[in-house]
């Protein structure tokens, strides 16, 4: 069987929020190597006693490790039937992590909001599995 003629035709789209993702989880994992470097905090240790700083550049991307899984899950399965709509709603989430890191990189953890929007993607691809799950069901 062809994976071209089973998947929607608008699947690149989704194709294509995952590479943006690639894109975002590298730039994260940079800074974090970075900030290692500057502030003189060694492997294995997580998390600084003296600077904040790093430890908000390390929790930025530690949090969205934290939820990147789930959302690959909700992202494919909502892609499967809504490519496009999951698309839309991937590449908010994405770019709300780079907003949410960009704010926690300031140091002051609140500042993280700035990424709140980021809900709109990815509660959007939740219930749109949801929907795919119901379809399959029968149930409309």
């Known amino acids: 069987m062809d994976m071209l003629t089973v998947l929607p035709s608008n699947f690149g789209y989704a194709i294509f929020t995952y590479l943006y993702s690639w894109i975002m989880l590298g730039y994260l994992a940079v800074k974090v190597g970075g900030a290692r470097k500057k502030f003189d905090v060694k492997y294995p240790t997580m998390y600084s006693d003296t600077h904040q700083v790093f430890n908000c550049i390390q ?38 992590r780079f907003s949410y890191a960009w704010g926690y990189y300031t140091g002051d953890p609140s500042k993280r909001m700035y990424g709140a929007y980021g809900y709109i993607g990815y509660f959007g691809v939740i219930f749109l599995s949801i929907s795919v799950a119901l379809q399959l069901l029968g149930v409309f």
């Open 59 to 96: 929790r930025a991307h530690q949090n969205t490790l934290e939820v990147y899984a789930q959302w690959l899950v909700f992202q494919t399965i909502a892609a499967l039937v809504y490519p496009l709509s999951a698309a839309v709603l991937g590449a908010i989430w994405v770019t709300s």
